[in-house]
């Protein structure tokens, strides 16, 4: 059944938010945002036809507000509520009383959003699908004799993951079995807080993966399509730091393998909308289930890039009832995109999260690059979200091409005030075995230090030295020569007035 929406909230902030006022100003869609007393004078709250203060800066006492967000929805009559990634994206209980409330939620239905988002849920379905799968616990671990037994069965190393969210939250890699306790009690501590569920399972580590997700998309009509793999293994903390599409490691083969199994899990528990089902690959190119993200991704724009889709408009019209307008056979991948994550942490710490005033803050430009922020020059980075500050992204004719345009618009990137990932995701780039694409989840723990990052930089520093030594030599001698050239028609002029 067709549906009109008139007017979007958006529950949300940051980036997100002002990404999904964009696409529905496009479409005619009036929007509506909410904000935090941390966000007042955020771009997206102007952007905003209408904007909401929703309560204090913790997102406990804000964004994660379900019911308070329903009712200012229900007050200013929106039509539906679109809800970003992260904070209430995944909650099938929000997203059935959203539902509930006569209000249309732009995301998965709550029951597929129960059997797949959950990921002990996702792998019951993913293994009756005859998904390859890798080996762990078969449900949520309350027992640490019952943890113990698994991880002797299984072996070292091995993953101690949070069922509901992601972004690396709740997420422990644990090597012997002295760290199993204290990882299971941190990794459920971290789950309660960030997503308010403290269920966690074991998963065997595997060496040497590449972490590889497809892009699906369905509408309420059982029609599911692929959009191609996004190459995710440059992470650190378990958090993807660098995404780009499509792999270079995926061949034609095995990408269709993959893109069908990913709609084959989604038929099976009636998914709609948009979303996502990640994959590990080994080095001898098998690949296993790892989990679905129920949701908009963060890396979403490479998809867009290479096919020329706008993935929020396509989520709306899914949620107003419209079939898709295209099948598998239409998609095709056209060029190549890389993303990078922006964030204000200070990688010759740690990656520790900085926070200050943007006293500079000037974005790159020209063809094939996109930047999706959420901050301006002059503004403060709040203390209390997520430290991205933006995405950049580039798209060229292939992926050296892109990585060579990606290095030129991080060196145009301007940001004082804060320190950001800019330089470690250079650093990344000009790296040998990512240009070879012979990388894996471990690049960071392998190549990365500050100190390499130094002298990275040092080396740059040097190289625009000697580009400014020679330009400087060559201004010199062009100067030298236009005097004696000056000089030799002064003296050329001097002689011809004394033989006149």
Partial sequence: ??????????????EIALRVIR?????G???????????????????????????????????????????????????????????LSENADFAEKVTNAGIIFIGPPASAMRKIGDKLSAKKTAKEQNVPMISGSEGAIRDIEEAKKIAHKIGFPLLIKASAGGGGKGMRLVNKMEELEESIQRAMSEALSAFGDDAVFIEKYAEEPKHIEVQILGDQYGNVVYLFERECSI???????????PSSAISEELRKRMGECAVALAKAVGYYNAGTVEFLVDKHR??????????????????????????VKEQIKIAMGEPLSFTQNDLKISGHSI???????DPFNNFLPDIGKLLMYKRPQGHGIRVDDGYEEGMDIPVYYDPMIAKLI??????????EKMIRAIDEFKIVGIETTLDFCKFVLKHPDFISGKFDTGFVAKYFSPEKLHENLLADEQEVLAIFSGAYYELQRNKLKTYNNHLNQQHT????????
Avoid at 63 to 71: G, H, T, V
Wanted: net charge positive.
């Fill in 286 to 311: 098998n690949f296993y289930f790892l989990e679905v993200n129920a949701r908009l991704q963060v890396e979403h724009p490479v998809t867009e890039m290479i096919t020329g889709l706008d993935l």
């Fill in 394 to 403: 580039v798209h060229a004719k292939d992926r050296n091409a892109a990585i």
């Fill in 339 to 345: 993303e990078v994550r922006v964030s204000a942490e």
């Fill in 493 to 500: 002029s001097d002689w011809y007035r004394r033989r006149k």
């Fill in 235 to 245: 992470q650190r903390r378990h958090q993807k730091v660098i995404e780009e599409a």
């Fill in 29 to 87: 869609i009036q929007t509506v945002a909410i904000y935090s007393e941390a966000d007042k004078n955020a771009p997206f709250v102007r952007a905003a036809d209408e904007s909401y203060l929703i309560g204090p800066p913790p997102s406990n006492q804000s964004y994660l507000l379900a019911d308070k967000i329903i009712d200012i929805a229900l007050q200013c009559k929106a039509d539906a509520i679109h809800p970003g990634y992260g904070f």
């Fill in 23 to 27: 696409s529905a100003k496009e479409m």
């Fill in 1 to 14: 059944m067709k549906k009109t929406i008139k007017k979007i909230l958006i529950a949300n902030r940051g």
